[in-house]
């Protein structure tokens, strides 16, 4: 089952050469979770043919405008859409009356629950859990209170041993739960045991975000070993003062984190204005962690095997 | 002296077929105006070069989201980018609370003056004034409190008798002033006026731009005789009960208004997101209104002659 990334905006605080201010789509299963929601999410999700409406969950890092401004927009077109299924968004507690005035001075009643719920930025939790994902909140370093995510797959399910389901002739109707671990028997009495039908599946695959944050090992117990990372790596070193004096972080910094937490893969993003061209920032991460890739909008990555 | 409007986003609510929600962009003479500002502008405006700090005042019609959303981003990158000079804002009162609750959640604080000017939406009134132009709000028919705003040029320079000021020898320096109606003395006592090398300049020229509105009586005296009428024209008359519904104006009434109040030019805009194709809201329009145009984005109009 699918467990994907699509990059909305890969730029920080201005919108510059065609990048866009943050946002991301994970698909996982068929879910849709949004992160972060700069201004014109909507529109890139409509170019890249996402339905709005199906985002079920908006996971908002801090209040800084190139990550929220595009919020109260995409929330506005899901109620003009019809939408009728709760949304849930995480974010910062003042988030939640930067939307009621604008809902209110525009006269807007949601048709949907809108079911806001505010981060503690303060201590990493479990924001989210069901039986197929968790996904974890942790603090990163930034001027405001800033808020990264790591999501775990959980329950992954094992893999079907094809030939022997054949040769036994397993119910179809079977197979779900066999995957999931779970014996079944038919009212007949006849019991098929998961164990007798299945191997080991592969891991649990996760994905972490980092945006914006002043490179530290304040965060890293949380993304020891995470399939891909996403960091942000607004600056070139040569900017490292730059970096400090705005809490973000160089390329050089992400890659050493990558590298410190075991990561498998680095996805660098949040990239300053003043790089038309964004290749020497992957090019100077590479040196330290060669499993590196630019956040590019439009593109899919697939997270973990 | 130019007096020229390019039209940043045509549609209504939603954003569709790569068009964007309302905004509009007058430049007068040297001075940059915007008219609404949906979710997107300050993208839009970086996509046909419009410097974004060279807009001085900003007019807000009303806080229905894809009038408004796009506000706080460009204030934003207005201050990133190190604005120092004023920066005036007409509004609906609310947004001025709209505005400041964001600014104090991402702990923004602006390097600029930002004058905020509520608009009083019962009255009509001269909301801005000065040598070359005068500014009228006045009350459209919407759902919200929504304002009407009207572009009135002042003073429009005489016409200089070429012949005659090169015959005469009139200094270069003198030419502004003879032109604005002023004699000019030279330090030896010799006195140009105006009147001697001058003959009437062409009309003030003049714009109106209703959005959104239904289609009434109630504003036509306010927008007598405009060169250009952009109105808003969401709906093709076969939607008339969801325009009345909706507080909306159809292409046909649009049209009907505009040769009502003898209007030189009519654009027409605010496209529901139901047409992919504008032409056959053009081509009603045309059946009334002849000298009618679709607004689109991306071009400039020029008002008057």
Same mark, same amino acid.
């Given at each position: 089952m699918k467990f994907e990334l699509l990059i909305l905006g890969s730029n920080s605080a201005l919108p510059a050469y065609g990048r866009h201010p943050t946002a991301q789509l994970i698909r996982f299963y068929n879910d849709y979770?949004?992160? !972060?929601?700069?201004?014109?999410? *909507?529109? *890139?999700? *409509?170019?890249?043919?996402?339905?709005?409406?199906?985002?079920?969950?908006?996971?908002?890092?801090? @209040?800084?405008?190139?990550?929220?401004?595009?919020l109260i927009g995409l929330i506005s077109t899901m109620n003009h859409l019809g939408r009728s299924s709760p949304l849930v968004v995480f974010g910062p507690a003042d988030l939640e009356e930067i939307l009621r005035v604008q809902f209110e001075a525009s006269k807007t009643l949601l048709g949907f629950s809108l079911q806001f719920k505010p981060l503690n930025h303060d201590l990493p939790a479990v924001i989210m859990e069901n039986d197929r994902i968790e996904v974890r909140s942790f603090p990163l370093n930034h001027r405001v209170s800033c808020t990264g995510f790591r999501f775990n797959e959980k329950n992954r399910p094992l893999k079907l041993i094809k030939e022997k389901v054949k040769k036994d002739q397993v119910p179809v109707s079977?197979?779900?739960? @066999?995957?999931?671990?779970?014996?079944? &028997?038919?009212?007949?009495?006849? /019991?098929?045991? &998961?164990? !007798?039908? /299945?191997?080991?599946?592969?891991?649990?695959? &996760?994905?972490?975000?980092? #945006?914006? /944050?002043?490179?530290?090992? #304040?965060?890293?117990?949380?993304?020891?070993?995470?399939?891909?990372?996403?960091?942000?790596? /607004?600056? @070139?070193h040569e900017l490292l003062s730059r970096a400090v004096q705005t809490k973000h972080s160089t390329a050089l910094q992400a890659a050493e984190v990558a590298k410190r937490v075991q990561a498998k893969q680095l996805l660098l993003g949040h990239f300053s204005s003043r790089y038309e061209n964004v290749q020497p920032l992957l090019t100077e991460a590479k040196k330290v962690f060669p499993q590196a890739l630019c956040a590019e909008e439009g593109k899919w990555f697939e997270i973990g095997t």
């Open positions: 979770l949004l992160i !972060d929601c700069g201004e014109g999410t *909507q529109m *890139q999700l *409509q170019s890249y043919g996402v339905k709005v409406n199906r985002i079920s969950t908006i996971f908002i890092s801090h @209040l800084h405008g190139d990550h929220f401004f595009g079977f197979m779900k739960k @066999l995957k999931a671990g779970e014996d079944c &028997s038919t009212g007949e009495g006849k /019991t098929y045991f &998961s164990a !007798d039908y /299945t191997l080991p599946g592969p891991s649990n695959r &996760s994905y972490a975000y980092c #945006s914006d /944050t002043m490179a530290d090992e #304040s965060y890293e117990p949380y993304i020891q070993k995470v399939d891909v990372l996403y960091h942000e790596a /607004t600056f @070139l």
